[in-house]
């Protein structure tokens, strides 16, 4: 009777256990699908099917229209939920499904491609400015040692 009781609650905690690890996983795909990280990841792949397409305009479309069929939004999605369920906890993800339920978290998912490609812009205007004041500096220390001999 002990040996018939100990199965049946090994048994409980178990399926317990991966209840939980699936509701947990199901709620990563909620949220990769809600956040719309598969389709960014799918505009991506067809940008740089795009880029080797220029590159190299021998291979025939139908060769990367079969190509881009092996890559889906599941496929880069299931790639990510061990990544999520690795660096969150059951409830970090409960709590990250009810945020991006919420005004505040729609609002962010519908405008964080526009802070992206702002923020891109940003950078890259900072990153000249960077390297436009280097150009000086090393010009100038160059008049200097010029100045010297």
């Known amino acids: 009777m002990k040996k018939l009781f100990f199965l049946i ?4 905690f178990c399926s317990n256990s991966f209840s939980q690890t699936s509701s947990k996983a199901d709620n990563i795909r909620k949220i990769l699908e ?12 067809q940008n740089m099917f795009q880029s080797y397409k220029t590159s190299m305009p021998d291979v025939p479309t139908e060769f990367w229209d079969n190509v881009s069929k092996e890559f889906t939004a599941n496929s880069l999605i299931e790639l990510i939920v061990p990544i999520y369920e690795k660096y969150y906890s059951e409830e970090d993800i409960r709590q990250l499904a009810e945020f991006y339920q919420s005004p505040l978290g729609k609002k962010i998912i519908s405008t964080l491609p526009n802070v992206t490609a702002d923020s891109m812009k940003a950078g890259q205007e900072w990153g000249k400015s960077i390297a436009e004041k280097i150009m000086l500096k090393l010009q100038n220390e160059k008049f200097e040692e010029d100045l010297k001999q």
């Open 9 to 12: 609650l090994l048994t409980g």
């Open 34 to 45: 809600s956040t719309g990280v598969a389709d960014q990841g799918i505009i991506a792949m």
